[in-house]
């Protein structure tokens, strides 16, 4: 079956896609693999350069850097499709890290896995209109079946609310039918218009959806919380990303909901914000819509429409993660998302070492990395032998493993390892005794605990709080996100951004850095002290401030 986009392709984004595929092309070429006959012999001609690691650094050219750092890793293949992506063994096993544990949490509070169909009729997408039409440009549409004409287009879905509900409308009848909690781990298609970036902006997305209804709106608006902490949970706890929950303002919450709360994170070499996931109460809007209904427990022979909410995080986490905690050697993997979170490298092997000897070392390497196995740590023994072990440092870096362990001849006369941080670079010996396993784990607990510190500190410098217009706009041009008091009014948050963006004489100063104007990310559910002037951050607002609250904005992207 043929798709066709209402949005069309933006041509941009497909020039760009076939540079880089050009690029991706010409390296493969140019670098080849350095083979040798034994590790540790036989290296490369002097002088020779491959293109195999990062050529450009992270704060120089972050858009080049965070192309390299997905590609390079192994995260990310690049497709003949615009705006679709690969997803390579090494980010899906992330995802899938992510997906078990938020599986495990949604499951204890009741919530069932389902799945259906991708594909959605016209009828059913377009029976709630204002929530469609946030949705509508970037809606693809089945138009053939090999070369016949469908007798009505399909749409293939962008959320699936309205596929999914006139399902609840059959089989809620009752209040003993609720709550109902279905989630689902599917795909979803937007035709985005804009350039597409892999994780962060793309065609086809991964993500989970959860769509849930109760009889009662307290029971409904206490679950999307929550879930927002869940998803804080996996930021922080997972990600080692701090995130600023909050409530999204009326201008920017998901179309036909009464609420959207969030959860947002910063991204410090850009200076811009990211959504991380949204969690929404849908209120009655939906139900209204789609009829479902039941008979009031509490007023016999009177209809109640149901509440509802949806809550979804998507494959943009591994994109924010590569941000955050990338670096100029690549991708820096927190412990608990690492794929392999430790690789064992047999070192120091050499053409005067015998082979009894050299077999011993690797044993050696290899019962090591059981031993971390049977620990519970995803360990992984790197005995190529057509690489050095200076080659093998290199490449593990680049995809960002937690821990490398050396061990050489002196290692096993000492009875230790050599273990190297990733993050932090740091080399320390550990006794191969009893505690191994145990004192790996346990380093593995202090990196992933460091590597969250080390973001939050970088975070909270860069959020700033005021209540100047002045100092709103030369902060913002600092990469920072600001705290500010906001009337909460369309317009006024309209003039905000239309006025913070960057001015012709910026943008000739800095042609790399962000132009657009700051954006309210959200609301914070904490909110510091009533500002002593009580007044919009607008410097021409008027409007009652009455509903002033302190709301973050920054770019975003």
Not at 124 to 146: C, N, Q, Y
Not at 238 to 261: C, H, L, N, Q, S
Request: charged content about 25%.
């Amino acid at each position: 079956a043929a798709a066709t986009a209402s949005g069309g392709d933006a041509a941009a984004a497909a020039a760009a896609e076939k540079k880089r595929k050009k690029e991706e092309k010409a390296a493969k070429l140019a670098g080849g693999q350095k083979k040798e006959g034994k590790a540790g012999k036989g290296a490369a001609a002097a002088g020779k350069v491959t293109r195999l690691g990062m050529e450009v650094k992270k704060d120089e050219d972050f858009a080049e850097w965070y192309t390299q750092v997905i590609t390079k890793s192994q995260m990310i293949e690049y497709y003949d499709v615009s705006g679709c992506y690969v997803i390579r063994p090494w980010a899906y096993r992330v995802w899938e890290l992510i997906k078990d544990f938020f599986d495990f949490e949604i499951k204890k509070l009741g919530v069932e896995n389902s799945y259906f169909p991708i594909f959605v009729s016209q009828a059913a997408l377009e029976r709630e209109k204002d929530h469609i039409s946030d949705f509508a440009p970037e809606v693809a549409w089945v138009t053939k079946s090999g070369q016949s004409d469908l007798a009505e287009p399909i749409a293939i879905r962008p959320t699936s609310e309205t596929g999914m509900y006139p399902c609840y409308a059959k089989w809620i009848q009752s209040h003993r039918d609720l709550p109902l909690k279905i989630n689902q781990w599917n795909n979803v298609v937007r035709w985005e218009f804009k350039h597409p970036q892999p994780f962060l902006r793309t065609r086809e997305f991964l993500w989970q959806e959860g769509h849930t209804a109760f009889a009662d709106v307290a029971s409904a608006q206490e679950e999307v919380f929550t879930i927002l902490d869940l998803y804080a949970r996996i930021y922080e706890e997972y990600m080692a990303i701090p995130v600023v929950k909050g409530r999204k303002t009326e201008k920017e919450k998901f179309a036909g909901g009464d609420f959207t709360t969030t959860v947002e994170a910063y991204i410090p070499t850009s200076g811009r914000a990211i959504q991380g996931a949204t969690s929404h109460h849908l209120g009655q809007n939906f139900s209204k819509m789609f009829d479902i209904v039941i008979e009031d427990p509490k007023k016999p022979g009177e209809k109640l429409y149901v509440y509802q909410n949806s809550w979804g995080i998507t494959t943009r986490t591994i994109g924010v993660l590569c941000m955050v905690h990338g670096d100029d050697k690549g991708l820096v993997l927190p412990p608990k998302l690492a794929t392999k979170q430790t690789v064992v490298v047999p070192c120091g092997i050499t053409a005067k070492m015998s082979a009894e000897d050299e077999k011993a070392l690797i044993a050696a390497c290899h019962v090591a990395s059981q031993e971390l196995s049977a620990g519970g740590i995803r360990s992984h023994v790197d005995d190529r032998d057509n690489y050095s072990p200076g080659w093998k440092f290199n490449d593990w870096e680049l995809k960002g493993v937690p821990i490398r362990i050396e061990v050489g001849p002196k290692d096993l006369e000492k009875n230790q390892v050599t273990a190297v941080i990733r993050h932090s670079g740091e080399k320390l010996s550990i006794p191969r005794d009893e505690k191994f396993a145990a004192s790996v784990s346990d380093l593995l607990v202090t990196i992933q605990a460091r590597m969250f510190e080390s973001a939050r500190v970088e975070r909270d410098a860069h959020i700033k709080q005021v209540t100047q217009w002045s100092d709103f706009c030369t902060l913002l041009e600092q990469k920072n996100l600001l705290l500010a008091p906001f009337c909460g009014v369309e317009s006024c948050e309209d003039a905000i951004k239309k006025e913070s963006a960057r001015t012709d004489e910026a943008v000739a100063i800095d042609p790399n850095a962000p132009a657009m104007g700051a954006k309210s990310l959200c609301i914070p559910l904490e909110q510091p002290a009533p500002a002593a002037e009580k007044r919009c951050i607008h410097p021409k607002c008027c409007n009652s401030t009455d509903k002033l609250q302190w709301t973050l904005f920054g770019r975003s992207y």
